[in-house]
């Protein structure tokens, strides 16, 4: 019989393994269906070309990491525009993602640039 030290410590690992099925369902559904927004519901032009490369979840489902890239780099738009246009549209594509996905809870949307995508090195940040 085990204690109290033994449950917590299995509680842990099980936080601490990789992401299981519906996660990664959840993830490439997102994925999908922002990139379908992207395409035909959204009407801003600082935001033509941006294409949602990858979604991480958190452990908890709160929150979503999703990478961006340009399909085609758009020269009059600079980062900061693109980012700003991307935070302003975040509660549009919450409801969007909460409607077509039938989610009980939407995760909060935190975008960042794919440097992988654009030949750099990978992107460290974390939730």
């Known amino acids: 019989m085990g204690n109290y030290t033994d449950t917590k410590r299995s509680r842990r690992s099980r936080r601490d393994q990789t992401p299981g099925i519906r ?4 993830e490439e559904l997102i994925r999908e269906e922002m990139n379908l927004l992207l395409e035909a519901e959204v009407t801003d032009p600082n935001l033509d070309g941006v294409r949602i490369t990858t979604v991480s979840l958190s452990p908890d489902g709160a929150r979503a990491r999703l990478s961006y890239t340009m399909t085609y780099p758009n020269t009059e738009t600079s980062s900061r525009e693109l980012e700003g246009a991307l935070r302003r549209a975040t509660g549009f594509f919450r409801r969007e993602l909460c409607d077509a996905l ?3 809870r939407t995760p ?7 440097i992988a995508a654009l030949g750099g090195g990978e992107d460290e940040e974390t939730f």
Not at 23 to 26: A, Q, V
Not at 108 to 114: G, I, N, Q
């Open 23 to 26: 996660s990664l369902r959840l």
């Open 102 to 104: 039938s989610l009980k």
């Open 108 to 114: 909060e949307l935190r975008f960042s640039v794919d």
